[in-house]
């Protein structure tokens, strides 16, 4: 090309031309640079980045591993140990010694509640087996025994003084009563059998009958 014709009109529109096409490529390149540094993930964008919050929060590994342990250690229910049926009741045999359970002792006085003079008191004792079988009691003196009182005062027992061996093993059927009738001759009794026992004085005495820890009603009699 004329260089004449470079610096005429022509020249000012080709270098404003070349200008345009230079500063659009400038303004391309800018823009892509400013699109790449902003894609970037540098230390200061990722520091200042606002954490997007979650819809479920987050478990603490701490408090999960603590709770963990827990359920670990936790003593576990304790189990129901299996109940041992008791075992039945072996039936009784006909001629065994008698239950106390399946006893029934009683007393009664004489018909006159009060004795005057020479008077004695007298008494019927019963003994009646309620179980099923017939049993076998002693109803002798020392282990069926009649015992009198006053007050705290011990007057006269059928266990005082007993001659011979002292045991009378009865058969007792169910339903059946066993009966002894006594009376008193007034007088006091005591384990020593060598000294001669003196009369009760007037008053209230207080009867009972007593087998093993069986005890009857009490009998209230006075004497004059």
Request: glycine share 10%; net charge positive.
């Amino acid at each position: 090309m004329d260089p004449d014709t470079i610096r005429g009109d022509g020249g000012d529109v080709y270098w404003r031309r070349r200008m345009s096409v230079l500063v659009a490529v400038l303004v391309v390149v800018a823009v892509v640079a400013w699109a790449c540094s902003s894609g970037g993930s540098g230390p200061e964008r990722a520091s200042s980045a606002q954490p997007t919050p979650s819809a479920t929060p987050a478990i603490d590994p701490l408090l999960a591993g603590l709770r963990t342990l827990a359920m670990g250690t936790a003593s576990p229910s304790p189990t129901p140990s299996p109940t041992t049926p008791t075992p039945a009741a072996r039936p009784r045999r006909p001629g065994e010694p008698c239950a106390e359970g399946d006893l029934v002792l009683s007393l009664q006085g004489g018909k006159d509640q009060i004795y005057a003079g020479d008077a004695r008191p007298a008494f019927i004792v019963t003994l009646v087996n309620t179980g099923p079988v017939m049993c076998k009691a002693d109803v002798g003196p020392r282990s069926m025994e009649i015992r009198i009182t006053s007050g705290a005062d011990r007057i006269w027992s059928t266990a005082d003084c007993v001659s011979g061996v002292g045991t009378e093993t009865k058969e007792l059927e169910r339903g059946v009563p066993y009966v002894r009738t006594l009376s008193w001759d007034r007088r006091r009794s005591s384990a020593d059998c060598r000294t001669t026992p003196s009369t009760a004085l007037p008053g209230t005495y207080v009867a009972t009958a007593r087998l093993g820890r069986l005890r009857s009603g009490k009998g209230v009699f006075h004497l004059r």
